[in-house]
């Protein structure tokens, strides 16, 4: 393992602390996956390329990384507050479709993006449903001593375990206040383990019970994937910024409940020893709710010209915790910076990486240890790769060699993926590939001929169609976005 320790931020304690596993030499993490009722957005996506710099910094540093992201197909409402209709039930009725075919597209659709990311494969992919039996045991644990059944369902009594509410730092009924009022309930903040069918309908995806037919509560999947996967307690628990208020502290009382636990004093009582959440990715105009039509997916920036890791590094350039805006100028931006790495490394050539580490690079190789182990800092981690390309008079291969390592991290498939890679063509564009090609022949013949007006004519001709001649370039053409 890397010397330097591993500095993490505990949302639960709001504090950096060492990362110490739980079990010696291995790392065991559990990250909040999608819900499959509809395409991700870019901001969904903002999680998993978190939770993948962060899996890859605890292989990067030496442990034995076991990781699950869950799949979610059933439970979760149209509202986080734990209200409204189930997400896929909703779905499948608005597209009249089986809200079996229904997941399976959209986890296909997220698996790609995933793949577009260059987001590596958890240990496990859980799927909510292959889990309903252990989730009924689950619940029949906890049912007599933290639990009540009411019409609707089975509800969680968040009086029972101590500190409820402290991840989110909200302690009172007001500050809960966003949970579904529900006749009967003993506290604002209880929450539904299981639901039942209502009398009168069925559901597409529903269970026989103790407490009826009905269906698992969004919350409780968590809690048995986890437990089930990786065991009580595990190292680190991931989500977005957006779970910390309520479904995380639902979790986390169902752990409470299950083994037994105290105090949150001890981070260990939650189920898993620290909680990481990422912040907000911010579109100002709207069109991340995927209410509003064309959203922002990946596939809308694969559509507009953009690579999808232009999107990985606009990921890297904010530090998981900020609040990270988008826009098409900081994309655009992000991508240029992407190019220009991907020229200082395509100069390296391809040759083999050398084993010996180059004394020149070595305070580079130490700034990126450093970055990383900082609550991974990847801004200062990009600054230190650049710095590391930028060094003269070195191996080429110890640095190839010192890129693939801290590549290891940051994700960005750099000994691989070439500039004529990120060269996408829009989805608008009125030129393919072979008439660009071919104006740049009548253009090369042209200037051979010294006919400059002509071939200034097709420069032109070729830049209002959106391209962009790049003259003594041996890439020698880009989309221009």
Known sequence: ????????????????????????????????????????????????????????????????????????????????????????????????????????????????????????????????????????????????????????????????????????????EEGEGRIEAVAGKRNAADFAIWRKTPTGETRQMEWDSPWGKGAPGWHLECSVMGGELLGFPFDIHTGGIDHREIHHPNEIAQNQAFCGCGSLDDPRASGARIWMHNNFLVERSGKMSKSSGEFLRLQLLSDKGYHPLAYRMLCLQAHYRSELEFSWEGLGAALTRLKRILIAVERLGDGEQSARRDPALAPMADRFEAAIADDLNTPQALVALEEALA???????????????????????????????????????????????????????????????????????LMADGIEVMDGDPLGWEWKL
Request: glycine fraction near 4%; charge should be negative; include cysteine.
């Open 1 to 172: 393992m890397t010397d330097m320790p591993l500095k993490l931020f505990n949302s639960l304690t709001r504090s950096l602390e060492t990362f110490e596993p739980v079990h010696p030499g291995e790392a065991r993490v559990y990250s909040c996956g999608p819900t499959v009722y509809n395409y991700p957005h870019i901001g969904n996506m903002r999680a998993y390329v978190f939770a993948d710099v962060l899996g890859r910094t605890l292989s990067y540093k030496g442990y034995k990384l076991t990781h699950v992201i869950n799949i979610t197909d059933v439970g979760h409402l149209t509202d986080d507050a734990d209200a409204g209709e189930d997400k896929l039930e909703k779905a499948a009725a608005e597209k009249a479709q089986s809200i079996w075919d229904i997941a399976k597209h959209y986890t296909e659709a997220y698996w790609a993006d995933v793949k577009a990311l260059n987001i590596r494969q958890p240990a496990h992919w859980s799927v909510a449903t292959d889990y309903i039996e252990a989730m009924i045991d689950f619940a029949k644990e906890i049912a007599p001593k933290h639990c009540y059944e009411l019409d609707s369902g089975l509800y969680f009594d968040v009086s029972t375990v101590a500190d409820y509410g402290r991840l989110a730092r909200a302690v009172t």
């Open 391 to 461: 060094v003269k008079k070195v191996d080429p291969d110890a640095k190839r060699a010192a890129i693939a390592r801290m590549d290891e991290v940051l994700g960005l498939d750099l000994l691989n993926l070439t500039r004529a890679d990120l060269r996408l063509r829009p989805k608008d564009a009125e030129l393919d590939e072979e008439d660009v090609e071919d104006a740049l022949e009548r253009r090369k013949d042209a200037r051979a001929a010294r006919d400059f007006a002509r071939s200034d004519a097709i420069r032109d001709e």
